[in-house]
């Protein structure tokens, strides 16, 4: 049975930083890109970014490209985001997935949410102006 488990969120004041984590377990980790993910009240889930199984590959959204970075450590099976200079429309429940086959990724189709296969429960991220 596939988890993963987000860690990380809080309530923050704009321009500070926080770091999220997500924790994998029930596959092997190392083969399966991973992306993060949020969605704001009464909006649609949208693409965060995403990072290629060996951790060579990341794409980003445009809205935090240069503040945000994805990073991966497969000896912890872990996925973290460490987002910097937050502003007030990062607030947010942040997801992580995983992609729904191994060893595929490309920046296009892991921006569409359709493209993975599992789920964490998500984290609040709050940013106060």
């Known amino acids: 049975q596939v988890q993963l488990v987000e860690s990380g969120g809080g309530l923050v004041q704009a321009g500070d930083s926080l770091r999220l984590s997500c924790a994998a377990s029930?596959?092997?980790?190392?083969?399966?890109?991973m992306g993060w993910f949020r969605q704001a009240p009464g909006k649609e889930r949208e693409f965060v970014a995403a990072?290629?199984?060996?951790?060579?590959?990341?794409s980003y959204a445009d809205s935090v490209k240069d503040r945000f970075t994805i990073s991966r450590d497969n000896a912890k099976n872990t996925v973290y985001l460490q987002m910097n200079s937050l502003k007030p429309e990062d607030t947010a429940v942040y997801y992580c997935?995983?992609?729904?086959?191994?060893?595929?990724?490309?920046?296009?189709?892991?921006?569409?949410?359709?493209?993975?296969?599992?789920w964490g429960q998500g984290t609040q991220v709050t940013v106060s102006s």
């Open positions: 029930g596959l092997t980790f190392g083969n399966y890109a």
């Open positions: 990072i290629s199984w060996g951790g060579s590959r990341t």
């Open positions: 997935g995983a992609e729904q086959y191994p060893f595929r990724y490309t920046a296009r189709s892991m921006a569409f949410h359709d493209e993975y296969g599992y």
